[in-house]
């Protein structure tokens, strides 16, 4: 790299175009008492928090050691109008050093301060440099750290600060902006100026506002790197050319309000990313090409030794534990036991992690580690097993989608084994220790896990809609010999809600799920030989079976709601209009059945009707069958939601379906004493 620039040196001239809108132009301390009243139609009055500008800019700039850096600044203006804003009044800041080069990120040019109106005047109380706090989060990362003083309800915050970052070739993406968050914003604005050496990618993601300012132009630059020959000589070259300059600002942003079934609200956020394809520093230079096709990249992450590198190794160390794990078994049975075997005697640290925090042989010993690190080990077990075995990498939903074509190792933040036995290939998940051979948590279903494979890198596609949830509830009441009901109820779980319980009862004892269960029943129930099958039959799902005993009362009139507690009680779509999808982590299928005895000395005097209604055609159905014949009455509930994802366009519709179905679910049975 530093022979490129060396030798590079090129004059380029071209044209300039006129521009006529400009940025904020914004001065540090520039506060006025009308300031502390917003006025704008994006702000409610619940709102606990208003930024008044939120404003960044990135650019590119010789420096003293050769080569570049990149140039962050922000700057922040924000009203805190209520207590449960107060945590804004800390700020945190990511910086990254070397960690094969003796350099780091440099945070500089820091000013904060609080100011409070009181009596008609501005009090300022600015925050001095010392108090920045410097936290170390692992070997390449620190965490800059400030609280605001005296922050009050109605306080305005505000500060800015720059980040010199040597890193443009190491990282290979710049600084991305998002113009929307969890408050509304009056202004926000990104500036970036890119010079003519390097090509980036640009990626504007999300629901899009309507941009204020959405402008390019091109500036010509010239940019002087120098570079140090020894004690007393330096070497000084200069780069000129157009670089290109990018403005993009939003007024009056709404607040993104998360609602239910969202996967993440990163996928949905107006924002705009980088990332560096490559670097050309003359017309005779050679291009570097640093984003590099998934081919290249796959066989990158094999030679590094922060992922792959140790998989390319016998790892003989290994294969006296395998031996006493598998024992005489094979094929799928061996590998089983070297999954529960990490599944049971690993503890997960981290779960959102793409690269090794420590050697194999280090997290063998230790027992600990990152996803990464326990399932690459699984991986290496594996293939020393003689399986074939491979690492995978994936975004999991909260993570946010992933731009598929292009190999950006930032977008993910999961790491899985793929292990291929007899022609059929299971993915496997170590590091969630609840979690059956070949199953995955919902939150891995966001679209595809890439295979970490030289000679064919392929997708595996882990779309909600290929996840199937089902469930089933069957009910059967009986009157015993005092005339007094009693009742059956066995619940089989879908695989999704078994991990759930699972996960649940590593902090609570069994017997308080069944204290739940009592507690959700709308009258007075004894539960009795209460039991949780499978519940550690991990490849299963649970089934929830108990006895109860019912004391429905002696009225002349009772009031029976035949769903007990499988009833859906309350519509998860509470806002009239959607702007994004819903995003349920899987296809539902919900079964109901209810055998029952009418209780003895009543007859039937109202009995709900049936129903059958669709969801757009074929996208859903609901079923709601029941009748009444001699003394027994009958009921068949079902819920079936054929896809996972709705549009927006489906949102009315669905939100309706619910409505539907909970009105539906709450009618009750009335039974009248016979006299």
């Keep these: 790299m530093r022979k490129l620039l060396l030798a590079a040196l090129v004059l380029l001239t071209t044209q300039m175009y006129s521009f006529a809108q400009k940025n904020k132009e914004v001065k540090f301390g520039d506060i006025k008492p009308s300031d502390f009243t917003v006025n704008s139609p994006v702000v409610k009055d619940d709102d606990p928090a208003v930024y008044l500008f939120d404003i960044g800019s990135t650019n590119i700039d010789g420096n003293n050691n050769g080569y570049f850096t990149l140039i962050f600044k922000k700057h922040v203006k924000l009203l805190i109008r209520n207590k449960n804003a107060f945590d804004l009044g800390t700020i945190k800041e990511t910086i990254f050093k070397g960690l094969l080069v003796p350099e780091e990120e440099k945070f500089e040019d820091f000013e904060a301060a609080t100011y409070n109106l009181e009596n008609g005047q501005i009090a300022i109380t600015k925050l001095d440099k010392s108090a920045i706090l410097t936290e170390k989060n692992d070997k390449i990362r620190v965490t800059k750290k400030f609280t605001f003083p005296n922050l009050k ?24 902006w998002n113009f929307q968050g969890k408050y509304p914003i009056l202004w ?45 000589s330096s070497d000084y070259y200069h780069f000129s050319g157009d670089a290109v300059w990018h403005l993009w600002a939003i007024k009056d942003v709404p607040a993104f309000k998360t609602e239910g079934f969202v996967s993440s609200y990163k996928n949905y956020l107006t924002r705009v990313q980088f990332q560096l394809i490559n670097i050309k520093f003359c017309e005779s230079c050679r291009t570097q090409q640093i984003m590099k096709g998934w081919y290249d990249k796959v066989n990158d992450l094999m030679k590094d030794e922060n992922f792959g590198l140790e998989l390319t190794q016998d790892n003989r160390w290994l294969n006296d534990d395998i031996q006493k794990i598998t024992g005489t078994t094979s094929g799928v049975e061996a590998a089983k036991k070297i999954y529960e075997y990490i599944r049971d005697k690993f503890t997960c640290t981290d779960y959102d992690a793409t690269a090794l925090s420590s050697p194999l042989k280090k997290t063998y010993q230790s027992k600990t580690g990152n996803v990464a690190d326990i399932n690459i080990l699984l991986t ?14 994936l975004s999991t939903r909260d993570n946010g989608f992933v731009d598929e074509a292009m190999p950006l190792m930032n977008q993910y933040n999961y790491v899985l084994c793929n ?6 290939s299971y993915l496997l998940d170590a590091s969630q220790n609840k979690l059956g051979f070949g199953k995955l948590t919902e939150d891995c279903y966001n679209g595809s896990a890439r295979l970490i494979d030289k000679s064919s890198p392929l997708l595996v596609p882990l779309v909600p809609d290929s996840l199937i949830e089902q469930k089933t509830t069957s009910v059967f009441i009986t009157n015993n010999d005092a005339g007094k009901p009693e009742a059956s109820v066995t619940s089989t779980l879908g695989y999704n809600e078994s991990f ?28 009795n030989n209460t039991t949780l099958d499978s519940l550690n039959s991990l490849d299963d799902p649970i089934s929830i079976k108990y006895e109860m005993k019912m ?14 507690t499988e009833a859906t009680r309350n519509n998860p779509f509470k806002s009239v209009e959607r702007n994004y999808p819903v995003e349920f982590p899987y296809v539902q299928r919900e079964n109901y059945i209810l055998n029952m005895e009418i209780p003895k000395g009543y007859k039937v005097d109202e009995l709900p009707k049936s129903t059958r209604v669709k969801l757009n055609d074929n996208e859903g159905m609901f079923e709601y069958i029941i009748r009444a014949e001699g003394e027994n009455i009958q009921l068949m509930s079902r819920l079936i939601l054929n896809k996972a994802t709705y549009s927006p366009e489906d949102y009315a519709t669905l939100r309706d379906f619910y409505a539907f179905i909970i009105k539906k679910e709450a009618e009750q049975i009335v039974f009248k004493k016979v006299k």
Excluded at 551 to 564: A, K, Q, R, V
């Design 500 to 527: 759930e319980v699972r996960d649940k009862i590593k902090k609570i004892k069994p017997d308080e799920i069944f204290a739940e269960i009592k507690k959700a029943y709308p009258f007075t129930v004894t539960l």
């Design 551 to 564: 004391d429905l009362g002696d009225e002349d009139i009772i009031y029976f709601s035949p769903m007990l």
């Design 419 to 424: 292990v291929k036995i007899d022609d059929k």
């Design 188 to 232: 926000s604005e990104y500036q970036v100026t890119i010079p003519p050496m390097f090509n980036y990618a640009k990626l504007m993601k999300g629901i899009q506002q309507q941009f204020a300012i959405d402008s390019s132009k091109t500036i010509f630059k010239t940019y002087s790197v120098v570079e140090s020959n020894g004690v007393s």
């Design 380 to 393: 290496a077990m594996l293939k020393n097993a003689g399986f074939e075995a491979l690492p995978a990498i």
């Design 153 to 176: 309800e109605g306080s305005i915050v505000e500060y800015t600060y720059t980040i010199k970052s040597p890193f443009i070739y190491f990282r290979e993406y710049m600084r991305g």
